[in-house]
């Protein structure tokens, strides 16, 4: 049986330019996936991050940048007085949505986002974070183009809680999935103790095997402990809040998802020529 580390990658292994190959012919023929589709709207997720932008819009002119924008509606969530007080700018790796994009946004990028260089007082990205390849050299170029003062949100499933594992394992036994969950924890607790973040990348994801459902392409295993230890030195990690009620929810909430918002503390942050790679998807 193959071990269970050689399923996974960081993100200088050069098995990740196959895995990154394959995801892009998925996302250019794949004609069911929900960001294509519908025009998204996450009111829940969006409302402290309208709160921040309104707060700095208040002192001026405060420029955004959604990533991983989809078909997004967070234009139209602003509303049309704070519409007009901001630069609105959003990124998606393909050009499925462009014609959407260009309608509602400022500034379109289209293609990985390490190529942006144009800087922003507000970035955030909501539920795109786990279908990134190289999600510390894209949360690290994040950083470096955030001006002073700014703010990163990001929200997406967290992998972290023990024995609760990514969809993109679905495709596997249950007795493989234990096995994995179990490695997991190992690998969890070693970043707990102090050692290095992993970010692991999952090379052999359900949507290769299976007809695509949520989350089957989530090849990032995000973790907060691999944020906040990547970070702890350069950046305040906040936890934000969902209000709702119920056992359910508050366990999702708290363990199941990790919805941040990351301030860089004064200091610049100087990443590596190494760690500016590209963008997967």
């Known amino acids: 049986m193959t071990s269970v580390g050689t399923l996974f990658a960081s993100e200088h292994d050069p098995r990740l330019v196959q895995l990154e190959h394959r995801l892009r012919g998925f996302y250019a023929s794949c004609q069911s996936y929900d960001a294509f589709k519908t025009v998204n709207s996450k009111p829940e997720f969006w409302a402290p991050i ?32 704070l519409r007009g007080r901001v630069f609105f700018a959003v990124q998606d790796v393909v050009d499925r949505n462009a014609e959407h994009l260009f309608a509602v946004a400022d500034r379109v990028y289209i293609g990985e986002i390490t190529r942006i260089s144009e800087r922003y007082d507000v970035i955030f990205g909501t539920f795109m ?33 023990p024995f609760y594992i990514s969809p993109t394992a679905r495709h ?3 007795v493989r999935q234990l096995v994995i969950a179990a490695w997991l924890v190992l690998e969890r607790l070693r970043v707990l103790g102090g050692g290095q973040p992993r970010f692991l990348i999952h090379l052999d994801p359900a949507i290769f095997h299976k007809q ?54 004064r200091r610049s942050l100087h990443p590596s020529e190494a760690e500016i790679s590209s963008d997967p998807r």
């Open 50 to 81: 309208r709160a921040n932008i309104a707060q700095m819009a208040a002192r001026g002119q405060c420029r955004v940048l959604e990533v991983g924008a989809g078909r997004t509606g967070f234009a139209a969530y602003l509303g049309e007085e």
């Open 212 to 265: 695509w459902f949520r989350d089957a392409d989530a090849v990032h295993w995000v973790s907060l402990w691999d944020l906040k230890q990547l970070l702890r030195n350069d950046a305040v990690v906040q936890r934000l809040q969902l209000g709702g009620r119920g056992l359910r929810h508050h366990f999702w909430a708290r363990f199941l998802l990790m919805f941040v918002q990351i301030q860089p503390r």
């Open 172 to 174: 596997l036994s249950r």
């Open 129 to 161: 974070f786990e279908h990134l390849t190289r999600p510390k050299a894209t949360l690290r170029h994040l950083l470096t183009i955030l001006r002073p003062g700014g703010s990163v949100f990001l929200a997406c499933p967290r992998y972290d809680f």
